[in-house]
């Protein structure tokens, strides 16, 4: 199974560089349209649009759109839960009368969960007791295959940066970590919003952060020429080693 993350894309429409973030996801979906061999799925793990504003959205969906595999989204600190489900609902994985945007994708030799992070009001994440029982109902439902978890926040400390840790406190990132222990069958987490790479674990299961792909907010040190090309990430699986990742630079 491949799948492409991209993450914080962070579409506005009144800002000077509104453009250039239009630009950037419109050259990432065309590079993992590109791809030989395609993607099984693309993820987009949050921080869609910067204001949570419903115009935004649309040019979102516009984009998404002309994706050739399927699209599934996670919400960002910076995404609104009512305006993104009302965006993609009609994609028909987000159930309409869920407070959280949670949900799985089975369709695949690997489990695909995507889980709620946001804290509203605040840039970090939460994952209260509900979350925590709502991701145990998600893993147990079936039993057999292996898991990929998709959140927003990084559920383990990003070593570079002004903040180490990406969660309110550090109960919910306890009891956001033992959850997803809880089956033995969740085999990587990949997750965004601190706008660089990153890698990490959740107790032995590899943890990874892709860049954003609005050039203009990516994080870390970059030459020249490479300042204005996205970058997102390639995850491979392989049921004997698991996932392989790469990242990709996308052609200027």
């Avoid at 997803?180 to 085999?187: C, E, F, I, K, P």
Wanted: aromatic share 8%.
């Amino acid at each position: 199974m491949i799948i492409a993350q991209i993450s914080d894309t962070h579409l506005v429409l009144d800002t000077p560089d509104a453009d250039q973030r239009i630009r950037d996801f419109a050259l990432a979906v065309a590079d993992i349209n590109a791809l030989d061999p395609a993607p099984d799925v693309i993820v987009h793990t949050g921080d869609i649009v910067h204001n949570g504003r419903q115009d935004e959205y649309v040019c979102a969906v516009a984009t998404l759109a002309k994706a050739r595999a399927p699209v599934y989204v996670l919400g960002g600190n910076r995404d609104d839960r009512a305006n993104l489900r009302a965006a993609f609902s009609p994609c028909g994985y987000l159930a309409p009368d869920s407070g959280f945007i949670d949900y799985t994708v089975d369709a695949y030799p690997v489990r695909l969960i995507a889980l709620d992070t946001l804290s509203p009001g605040s840039n970090k994440g939460d994952f209260c007791p509900e979350r925590v029982r709502r991701l145990l109902d998600l893993i147990d439902t079936e039993t057999t295959k292996p898991i990929a978890v998709f959140t927003h926040h990084p559920p383990f400390e990003v070593l570079v940066g002004p903040d180490r840790l990406h969660f309110e406190t550090t109960e919910m990132v306890a009891r956001l970590r033992q959850a997803l222990q809880h089956s033995g069958r969740v085999v990587a987490v990949f997750s965004g919003h601190v706008h660089r790479a990153a890698e990490g674990h959740v107790g032995s299961i590899p943890a990874t952060v892709v860049q954003c792909i609005a050039t203009t907010l990516r994080k870390g040190e970059y030459p020249p020429h490479m300042r204005t090309r996205p970058v997102y990430q390639v995850h491979r699986f392989d049921p004997v080693w698991g996932f392989a990742s790469e990242t990709r630079i996308v052609d200027a």
